[in-house]
């Protein structure tokens, strides 16, 4: 094993314990209104009840199948789910490693599974973001990303030159025919199952295109990235089809995702420019919370490096931002998923900024170990942990939690009326009498 792919290993598995202990720490975080909403329909399905049937939402079932694995689990809410969401987290980090790995050398790949981590663990594994859709559905998109990589021919530009700056990965053998069939297929599943937890994530299945388009030298393997993507994303809906016709409530789930989907999503273009000032002031403020990244994003795309997997993870995540605006809701969650191209891309833009290459590792290179190299390095540094700062202070009242030092009632004052532990005693007492009027009905 080569001393890069020994420090790649040191980052990431180092990065994955840290994160993997802050996220334990915050398991006793209480259920937030929407997560509230969807442990009572997981209480209500392990109670013989049926979504849909016997509760109503407008979303679709996949988070609520998630919900009713983490009870399956024995935990009481909301450590279950809370659990589940860390683990998740941390699959994804490492599918984010593994995705940038496609298009960075080892160490800089390790990096974006840190930048992902990071963000990820310390900015959103907190109440009201922990255990949403877009938190939970980020298992599935960076595997879809992953796949999507996969797919592409080599490590090539658009003109079928080797990548800029690509070295050895520039010789990578072509996918085969039988590798493109399980790659574009897979990268469907996940899409699919990603646009079950939200349907507006289905967008990155646009994907496929740009894969067909790198393989437009060959037809036959543009036809079967093609196909495999669409028959992957259609059959990543049978097992959903299966429940909803088993229990006959197809039909009561169209019209509650679709009708109430469509007037909730809908509600914010009555004023054309009320909305655009209210997309700008989003992203505005979006884009400084996540000003370290957002930083490093911009160098790697100033960067105009040609290579296609580059291309396919900006690409990726222009979709996610697009899926975004055009919802119109912009709560500090729905950008949880745009975190995997990103972490990705400012791994890229900190190579470029300490090597001159977006293939360099994340140190300076041997022309560039001087005083300023260092000190970009501590400017990146302090960037980094000023960001995550703010965010990372809640850790102590967690950490006092934890070992006994304050009750629950203190623990849970700061978080409002949502936290005040009514949420999980209200899901359990009416999945009760749901379950009671089952019972009863012949």
């Not at 390095?377 to 965010?391: D, H, Q, S, T, Y």
Request: charged share 15%.
């Amino acid at each position: 094993m080569k001393a890069e792919d020994l420090k790649a290993l040191l980052v990431l598995s180092i990065g994955l314990g840290l994160f993997s202990a802050l996220g334990f720490l915050s398991i006793h975080v209480p259920l937030g209104r929407d997560q509230g909403v969807a442990a009572y329909v997981a209480e209500v399905m392990a109670r013989g009840g049926v979504v849909y049937g016997d509760v109503y939402h407008f979303n679709l079932p996949g988070i609520f199948f998630t919900y009713s694995l983490a009870r399956a689990s024995g935990l009481a809410w909301p450590e279950s789910i809370n659990l589940l969401h860390v683990i998740f987290t941390g699959l994804a980090y490492i599918f984010v490693f593994l995705a940038g790995r496609r298009l960075l050398p080892p160490l800089a790949a390790a990096f974006s599974g840190l930048f992902y981590g990071a963000f990820a663990v310390v900015m959103y594994t907190d109440y009201w973001d922990i255990a949403q859709k877009d938190s939970l559905a980020c298992l599935p998109l960076s595997l879809s990303l992953l796949f999507y990589l996969r797919m592409l021919p080599g490590n090539r530009g658009e003109r079928g030159d080797p990548a800029e700056g690509a070295g050895d990965r520039g010789r990578e053998s072509e996918p085969g025919i039988f590798g493109l069939a399980i790659s574009s297929s897979l990268a469907g599943v996940f899409t699919g199952a990603a646009a079950q937890f939200k349907p507006t994530l289905g967008i990155v299945l646009i994907c496929l295109l740009y894969a067909v388009w790198a393989h437009r030298r060959s037809p036959g393997r543009a036809a079967v990235i093609f196909a495999g993507c669409i028959l992957g994303f259609a059959v990543s809906f049978l097992p959903m089809l299966a429940y909803l016709v088993h229990y006959n409530v197809l039909d009561t789930m169209l019209d509650s995702v679709v009708r109430f989907g469509y007037f909730y999503g809908g509600q914010h273009y009555d004023d054309a420019s009320g909305a655009l000032l209210n997309t700008g002031k989003s992203l505005v403020k979006w884009l400084y919370s996540w000003r370290f990244l957002a930083a490093l994003v911009i160098v790697a795309m100033a960067g105009r490096t040609r290579d296609f997997r580059f291309r396919l993870v900006a690409l990726f995540g222009f979709l996610l931002l697009a899926q975004v605006i055009i919802q119109m809701k912009f709560f500090s969650y729905h950008w949880i998923p745009l975190l995997i191209p990103a972490a990705i891309l400012a791994a890229q833009g900190g190579s470029l900024l300490l090597n001159g290459s977006g293939q360099g590792a994340w140190s300076p290179s041997p022309a560039r170990q001087s005083a300023p190299a260092y000190a970009l390095i501590l400017i990146l540094l302090a960037l980094f942990i000023g960001n995550l700062w703010p965010e990372a202070k809640r850790y102590n009242r967690e950490y006092l939690f934890y070992q006994g030092k304050i009750d629950s009632v203190n623990f849970l004052l700061p978080y409002g009326p949502w936290g005040k532990g009514d949420i999980c005693p209200l899901a359990m007492r009416e999945a009760e009498l749901v379950a009671a009027v089952l019972e009863a009905t012949p």
